[in-house]
């Protein structure tokens, strides 16, 4: 095992002292132009990488940050970015932090409107938002920036805001993808229904009209000539979703293809199974448990990823060593995306104890 870079070691063959070293590496000055390239030579050389957890044991103070998303029900999206958060936590052990978790509602613009009100009216070091209405979103965080909170993004992020960093997969290019991978196995000229979540306050959720731009952008540059049919749907009264989903059959019993562009594919995909209605192609979102499941039994033909957990672990990593050693942090930071299939599925052994 290679032996560990101690700062005394990096001191020795820069031929300055311990002290220097660590005021070169926590950027707190009063090092002369020949010690800190001296300094910074031995780190390139050696690879060195700052232990955060045994340099953070030295400062007294205690940060507070808060999280605000969207609900997170287990085995769904954001529950995986909420794990994320957690393992960057436990990760940095040792820096003195409490964390404070609020949620709301995302099919609901009044519980976010209350849960953004009250975190505007508290005292915190940093935030982290999982922006769902633009208008909110963009409120809360004028009023973070007018204290001076920074704050970072996951999920999406909001035009005319300044967080530090955000970490999100292109919600537009998801659009293309997915009408690019619906147009290709259907015919061209029928007809393409788009589930849609029925919303208190009536807006769509960010994420929701950049993916719908690019889909609908893609068709029009491609020439793909399709009817867009929209599926309602319900999270807050799921007994409506039998009737919702009869009632568009019923109308419409010509559709090859559906694209769902939120995480709740599998609510087409159960109905269209009990119905055994079998000819429908599907594109859908998220890797959550019953996506997984619907992958598997071939309900689902793509299922696209964007990474939730990474997207929480490096939002909270930033936001850590950001408030610590007041680091330089890259604000742009896109995803990747994982276009999953039945046959592919089982390489993401995270998923192997779904049954079927």
């Not at 979103?137 to 530090?164: G, H, R």
């Not at 930033?318 to 896109?334: A, G, S």
Request: aromatic share 10%; net charge neutral; charged share 25%.
């Amino acid at each position: 095992m290679r032996k560990k870079i101690r700062i005394k070691d990096i001191a020795e063959m820069a031929g300055v002292s311990a002290g220097t070293v660590d005021r070169v590496l926590h950027n707190r000055g009063n090092v002369s132009e020949p010690a800190r390239l001296a300094v910074e030579k031995v780190l390139e050389k050696v690879n060195y990488k700052p232990n955060i957890h045994v340099s953070a044991l030295s400062l007294k103070r205690r940060y507070n940050i808060v999280v605000a998303t969207p609900e997170a029900s287990h085995g769904e999206y954001w529950e995986s970015i909420h794990n994320g958060i957690r393992h960057a936590i436990e990760e940095y052990e040792n820096i003195k932090m409490e964390s404070l978790i609020l949620t709301y509602n995302q099919y609901d613009i009044y519980s976010c409107k209350k849960v953004f009100k009250e975190i505007s009216e508290m005292d915190m070091d940093a935030l982290i938002v999982g922006p769902t209405f633009n208008e909110e979103t963009a409120t809360l965080c004028k009023k973070m920036d007018a204290k001076e909170i920074p704050y970072v993004f996951v999920d999406s992020t909001i035009d005319n805001t300044s967080p530090i960093a955000f970490f999100t997969s292109d919600h537009y290019m998801i659009g293309c993808l997915m009408a690019k991978l619906i147009t290709s196995i259907i015919p061209n000229n029928t007809n393409i229904g788009i589930l849609q979540a029925v919303r208190t306050g009536d807006k769509s959720a960010n994420s929701t009209i950049q993916r719908k731009k690019g889909f609908t952008d893609f068709l029009a540059k491609n020439n793909c000539f399709h009817n867009i049919l929209n599926i309602p749907f319900s999270v807050s009264e799921p007994e409506k979703n039998e009737i919702y989903l009869a009632r568009f059959f019923s109308k419409h019993d010509n559709v090859p293809g559906i694209v769902v562009m939120n995480s709740r594919g599998s609510i087409v995909s159960d109905y269209l199974l009990r119905n055994n209605i079998n000819r429908v192609k599907m594109i859908c979102m998220d890797l959550t448990s019953p996506n997984i499941e619907a992958l598997k039994k071939g309900q689902i033909d793509f299922l696209i990823g964007q990474e939730p957990e990474y997207q929480g672990f490096c939002a909270m990593k930033t936001l850590l060593e950001y408030l610590t050693f007041k680091k330089p942090v890259n604000k742009e930071n896109y995803v990747q995306l994982d276009i999953l299939t039945k046959e592919t599925i089982d390489y993401y052994k995270k998923f192997n104890n779904i049954v079927y």
